[in-house]
């Protein structure tokens, strides 16, 4: 009896880690795990989501940290704007490596 319901003690805590863990939270991207689905979100309090250097670094933190995690078997990238994926590159930091390219 004892073995019985250990097991469904174990039972019950895998599928609350199966069903909803949060793997990463940054300020720009966030991952929750659902059904062994890693959704990663990206957000911005701009308008648009701008490909930037922070933004770049979490969401290869993100997919880092999904890859590392044993519940997911795979990764949906989503974006918090209604209506809008990414804008792309951020340009003032494009036109800031193409001024240090030139400088150099």
Do not use: W
């Amino acid at each position: 009896r004892n073995l019985l319901s250990s097991q469904r003690l174990v039972a019950q805590s895998a599928s609350r880690a199966l069903s909803s863990t949060s793997t990463f939270s940054g300020k720009f991207v966030k991952t929750e795990v659902k059904d062994g689905v890693a959704v990663i979100s990206m957000d911005s309090p701009e308008k648009v989501i701008a490909l930037n250097e922070a933004v770049s670094q979490e969401l290869a933190q993100a997919f880092e940290s999904a890859l590392e995690n044993s519940a997911v078997k795979s990764a949906v990238l989503i974006s918090k704007k209604p209506g809008c994926f990414i804008a792309g590159a951020d340009i003032k930091m494009l036109a800031a490596a193409q001024n240090e390219a030139e400088l150099a």
